[in-house]
């Protein structure tokens, strides 16, 4: 019988049930920060491990922490702290996948933008694993909902983003309620000076274990344009107009220049929206649900509302400014060209931000490719508009509607195809659904005049 390869799951210590899972989800090799972090997480160690995002991390940590687990224990076991809601809600799902070999796993997530109370009755009710963003975690360890004295394991995702939001005192904290013989694990896309100092006040002699980027590069095609402040902005239609990319994610460095950025768009026609920081916690879910379910085409953002964003199949990234942070760089490109699909980037540089160019260069091993603005002509077929549209019903979860029953409604109901119906996103109080664009005025006339799982439900077109 031949050996096992060395990045197969079934060299680790994993319990057969979890091995199946694995497989049945299609996990069949380590990813490269999986196979360096595992065995080292797996025998207890605290670990540093440097990766992006789109790197396969969650899973990382995800299976140390469930090999930590005493399902018969009703108690708080892992704690994963997360720089944002979205973040947290995506690693909550990846945990939940992960811990199906066992039923009796329970997850529940704490973050800001959603009522306390809900959280609280999860809470109450017993959970194994807590994710959460740190302000709302030590929320609920001030009131006393959240109890850390059977802790084991302690998570710090995306530790450089926290550090970047301010959340180091929220973080000291609360590893200061987490019993001293726990193990911490911390991830980190960079690592900044303040990691090292996190690392030194919680961590027992960590093992560190660096990835490079997962992208060789190969497969994004990136390009540069030197620009003048004066016509940046214009120079981010003119590449839309030219290469006309179904989904564009354009990163700026500041909330300012975002809002701007996306209001001329608007104006000039453009499915465009914008994250930032500023945004309340209803509007930045809209607009995440629109970019991942088609109905947007270009979302403008920063770095820190973008975290945790995955989109998949993104056809383009723009960067609008060049970031000071070689890494960072290299982590926004990243999202492009992912699963052997090929990718755009597109770079925009104006002569004072040359020395932030040339430190990329050296991180990348290659110098960049110039290209001259007047070289972009507006290519056949006129703006390119969203595929989809987002109609949004005014009930979710809390009516315990389901993905089948807005599909139901759609196909059985008013004669709609499968294909002419898109994403479906359900949380607490709010169902969107990307459909055609061209029938999604007649889509909310016939759900407003018709039922959704037997009642009558509220519809509206979510427009730019």
Not at 80 to 88: D, F, I, K, S
Not at 220 to 241: H, K, M, N, P
Not at 276 to 298: I, K, M, P, Y
Request: hydrophobic share 45%.
């Amino acid at each position: 019988m031949p050996a096992p390869h060395p990045t197969a799951f079934d060299t680790l210590p994993l319990a057969p049930a979890t091995l199946e899972n694995l497989k049945r989800l299609g996990y069949l090799e380590m990813t490269a920060i999986q196979a360096a972090s595992l065995p080292p997480a797996l025998l207890g160690k605290d670990l540093i491990a440097q990766a992006k995002t789109g790197s396969g991390k969650t899973a990382a940590f995800a299976l140390a922490l469930l090999a930590n687990l005493n399902t018969r224990r009703f108690a708080v076991q892992a704690l994963v702290l997360c720089p944002t809601r979205e973040l947290a809600d995506q690693v909550t799902t990846e945990i939940r996948r992960l811990a199906r070999a066992d039923d009796n796993i329970k997850v529940v997530t704490l973050s800001g933008g959603v009522p306390l109370r809900g959280q609280t009755t999860s809470l109450e009710h017993g959970a194994h694993i807590v994710v959460g963003t740190p302000g709302r975690v030590m929320d609920h360890l001030d009131r006393g909902n959240l109890q850390l004295d059977a802790l084991n394991t302690l998570v710090l995702d995306e530790a450089d983003r926290m550090l970047d939001m301010g959340f180091v005192d929220d973080i000291a904290k609360v590893a200061r309620q987490c019993p001293p013989q726990r193990q911490t694990l911390l991830f980190s896309a960079t690592y900044p000076e303040g990691i090292a100092k996190l690392a030194a006040q919680f961590m027992k002699n960590p093992v560190t274990v660096k990835v490079e980027a997962q992208h060789g590069g190969e497969q994004i095609e990136q390009r540069w344009y030197e620009v003048r402040e004066s016509e940046r902005l214009t120079a981010v239609a003119r590449l839309l107009d030219h290469f006309r990319p179904a989904s564009a994610l354009a990163f700026c460095n500041t909330k300012a220049r975002c809002r701007e950025l996306a209001e001329l768009l608007q104006a000039q026609g453009y499915s465009a929206l914008a994250l930032h920081g500023d945004l309340e916690q209803r509007d930045r879910d809209q607009v995440l649900v629109r970019f991942a379910n088609g109905s947007c085409t270009v979302l403008v953002a920063t770095d820190v509302a973008a975290r945790g964003l995955d989109v998949a199949g993104l056809a383009a990234v723009i960067n609008v400014d060049v970031t000071p942070d070689p890494e960072i760089h290299v982590h926004r490109i990243g999202r492009t060209g992912r699963a052997g699909e090929s990718g755009l980037a597109l770079n925009l540089a104006s002569l004072d931000e040359m020395g932030a160019v040339g430190r990329i260069e050296q991180l990348q091993g290659r110098p960049s490719e110039w290209h001259a603005v007047s070289e972009l002509t507006p290519a056949a077929g006129g703006r390119l508009l969203p595929a989809m549209a987002t109609v949004h019903i005014q009930a979710g979860r809390k009516e315990k509607i389901r993905p089948g029953d807005v599909l139901g409604a759609l196909t059985a109901d008013l004669g709609y195809t499968r294909e002419q119906v898109g994403k479906i996103d359900i949380n607490e109080f709010a169902t969107y659904v990307a459909v055609a664009r061209d029938i999604a005025k007649d889509v909310v006339a016939g759900l407003n005049a018709g039922k959704v799982k037997g009642r009558s439900v509220k519809a509206r077109l979510l427009n730019d």
